[in-house]
């Protein structure tokens, strides 16, 4: 086995693994970034196959609202964004509804939690459900579940009553949510900082200011480690793919890393034909204005009750989270095409095999099926909402940790929250060596 020296190690090259690389190697330590893929990005993940009109995003593709290191980031990586149109409709027994104002809808939900109520979502239901209308209960539960990944009763409650205090926009990456990710690989190589691809660490052996990471045919020595993979290898058991054996135990740390929980998610990605927003198995009114008109489209199906359309090209996306998602984790790829297919055909008012028709190609990722991932996202657990500030204590400024579940609580689950988690840890390593 050889061994290699180096000042610090990043285990992960997703969103936070990058930005905390480039910053810690701009501060004069010599870094070395190691990734189980064979690709860079983690949970950025954006293919570009032939025939398809825009970029395909297999994970994250909304930008949500933001923070000032994202911003940063996206400039530097010169992206065009696009606004995500505000347009939804609700499905209900086989009737179109348009509903403007589904996102008020939900936030005045959120709000009548207040700042007292300690305890899930679902407790809140039972308490307060009552007085709620049908349809806003319904779209809030199915925020939940689907936005946030969670089940019910195991969401912070005071998490969503929270974040009604924060007013985001939603905006798209119309050249390829990757571009974040190339930018950051770019600065990687101008400050010579080594990448290994395909390297699945099997061991991180520590003490006090000394560690020694161990991969399949390679070790490296360093003063620090910075732990950057998701919360679903974290808690991956002893003998899996991807597991990360540490020596000594971090006892305290693995209860956190059960206390914290990552939500499911699956997304589908259909592309129709060239001509659907002309003619075709989308209802008239969906199709207007190049099938800007269409929006979302919510409902209460068992799978895959959310759709929304990535105008003006042809192609619908439709989504899943939370309990429905988890229950798909075995599924093939072919099960899940399947089965949103029809979900999607019910909502249009068209026939399967009319759809089937008029579909082109499609592509689908199962996150909680993915060794190196086990999960979507992580959520703001009901009693743990302190736990993401935990997990992100570096343990005798030796074990450093960042990622998207040490983030903020408002910014769990994002893509800035991770790449703010990145540069608060480059922070604290560069302030320890």
């Given amino acids: 086995m ?8 990043v285990i992960g090259a997703g969103a936070a693994g990058l930005s905390a690389a480039a910053k810690i190697s701009a501060g004069g330590v010599r870094t070395v970034v190691l990734e189980a893929r064979a690709r860079l990005g983690g949970r950025i993940w954006t293919e570009r196959a032939v025939g398809w009109p825009r970029p395909i995003e297999l994970g994250a593709e909304f930008i949500h609202g933001g923070n000032r290191p994202l911003w940063s980031l996206m400039r530097s990586a ?46 809140w239901l039972q308490q307060n459900g009552g007085a709620i209308e049908h349809r806003d209960r319904a779209l809030a539960t199915a925020f939940v579940q689907g936005f946030q990944g969670a089940p019910l009763n195991r969401m912070s409650a005071p998490t969503l009553f929270e974040a009604t205090k924060k007013a985001e926009e939603q905006f798209r990456v119309v050249s390829g949510y990757d571009a974040l990710a190339t930018t950051l690989a770019k600065r990687l190589r101008r400050q010579s900082v080594e990448v290994r691809l395909q390297t699945v660490v099997t061991d991180v052996r520590w003490k006090r200011g000394a560690v020694s990471v161990v991969s399949q045919n390679n070790s490296w020595n360093a003063a620090a480690v910075l732990i950057t993979v ?40 259909l592309r129709l034909r060239g001509d659907a927003w002309r003619r075709g198995v989308i209802p008239l009114e969906l199709r207007a204005n190049s099938g800007r008109a269409l929006g979302f489209l919510h409902s209460h199906e068992p799978d895959f009750p959310v759709w929304w359309a990535e105008t003006p090209s042809p192609i619908l996306v439709g989504w899943t989270g939370g309990p429905a998602a988890a229950r798909m984790a075995g599924w093939t790829p072919a099960r899940i095409f399947k089965t949103g297919r029809r979900t999607l055909a019910r909502l249009l008012g068209c026939g399967d095999a009319a759809l089937e028709k008029s579909i082109v190609d499609w592509r689908t990722h199962n996150w909680a099926a993915d060794p190196f991932t086990r999960g979507a996202y992580s959520f703001s657990t009901a009693g743990h909402e302190n736990a993401p500030d935990e997990l992100a204590r570096p343990v005798v400024n030796t074990l450093f940790f960042a990622g998207e579940a040490t983030a903020e609580p408002l910014e769990l689950g994002t893509v ?9 840890a480059a922070r604290e390593i560069l302030k320890a060596i």
């Fill in 2 to 9: 050889n061994e290699r020296v180096a000042d610090v190690i």
């Fill in 230 to 269: 998701p919360l679903g290898v974290l808690r991956a058991r002893a003998g899996e793919t991807g597991a990360i054996r540490f020596d000594p135990g971090l006892i305290a740390k693995h209860r956190l890393w059960r206390s914290i929980e990552s939500g499911h998610a699956i997304r589908l990605v």
């Fill in 416 to 424: 800035h929250g991770a790449i703010a988690s990145g540069e608060r």
């Fill in 78 to 123: 010169r992206v065009r964004r696009e606004t995500v149109i505000n347009q939804h409709w609700l499905v209900e027994h086989g009737v179109r509804q348009n509903l403007p104002d589904a996102w008020e809808r939900i936030d005045a939900v959120m709000k009548q939690i207040g700042p007292r109520f300690d305890g899930s979502f679902s407790e």
